[in-house]
């Protein structure tokens, strides 16, 4: 009875209607109408109902008003209804992208330009055939930047892909101290190359002391070519060490054996223990027939 008497005292009657997608925001839609109500006391009613907003009013102007009101209210709503659902898909899509690189199943490598070509081949013949051999789903080069990027649903494959796309090119610095042994004891690049598997193995000087080694292929392989450079370099280094400490070992052991004069005896030792030859070229007292 209370209910009615208060639409009797509301004889002025309408509604606003909402998007479809808006049906299950209930939450949402209660607070529009609760906010509306608010704004218009007792003398405008809001009913939330299936798919609309029922309005009862006092008078004429007020329903056109609480309709003004909830019609937009209802439009900014949706709006931002529809710019949180983008969002929640953005996130979904961004943990879902961030879920596969944590896996493997996404990697990115960056390329030096002077050897792009190779990565790319001629009108990208060599992507096609390592995205074939491999089974990845799609390799994506970015020349401008020199970013390659791999994608696949097996970590296996998408490695393999990688190991046959990065090509990487480095130089190894020679120190001015360790080029003269390296005219001593050279490096066999062709040696190198054989055994890691590089497309390129050179030395380069630029000047009289400065020079290195430059090396170019699959990252594996040139880094692997890299690493026994250094092993090399290194290699000379102590050996040249253990050299200056051999040589100083000699001259002190030298200087010391004059001073004590075993040099003189180890030099008569030296003539008395050589053979002698007589003129005639054969050896003993000289007596014969």
Not at 238 to 245: A, F, G, L, N, P
Request: glycine share 8%; with cysteine; hydrophobic share 40%.
């Amino acid at each position: 009875t209370g209910v009615r008497e208060s639409f009797n005292r509301l004889p002025h009657q309408g509604s606003v209607n909402f998007p479809p997608e808006m049906i299950a925001e209930r939450e949402v839609l209660r607070e529009v109408a609760s906010s509306a109500q608010g704004m218009f006391g007792k003398d405008v009613v809001v009913k939330l109902e299936e798919g609309r907003f029922a309005i009862y009013a006092a008078v004429d102007e007020l329903l056109n008003r609480a309709i003004l009101l909830l019609e937009t209210s209802v439009k900014q709503q949706a709006d931002f209804w529809r710019r949180r659902s983008a969002k929640e898909r953005l996130q979904d899509s961004l943990a879902r992208v961030q879920a596969e690189i944590a896996k493997g199943l996404r990697v990115e490598f960056a390329v030096d330009q002077h050897v792009m070509q190779m990565v790319v081949g001629v009108e990208g013949q060599h992507i096609t055939e390592i995205t074939r051999k491999t089974g990845v789903d799609r390799v994506v080069v970015d020349q401008e930047s020199g970013m390659v990027r791999i994608v696949g649903t097996k970590k296996e494959s998408v490695e393999a892909a990688r190991r046959l796309l990065e090509i990487l090119s480095v130089e190894v610095p020679i120190p001015p101290d360790i080029q003269r042994l390296l005219q001593r004891k050279k490096l066999n690049l062709a040696d190198l190359k054989q055994t890691t598997g590089v497309i390129q193995a050179e030395k380069i000087t630029f000047d009289d002391k400065t020079s290195c080694f430059r090396v170019l292929g699959v990252a594996t392989a040139t880094r692997n070519a890299q690493s026994m450079i250094l092993a090399h370099l290194e290699y000379l280094r102590k050996v040249d060490e253990e050299s200056r400490e051999l040589q100083a070992l000699q001259q002190q052991l030298d200087s010391m054996k004059v001073c004590w004069g075993e040099a003189e005896e180890e030099e008569e030792e030296e003539a008395t223990s050589a053979p002698v030859t007589r003129p005639g070229g054969g050896r003993g007292d000289g007596k014969g027939g």
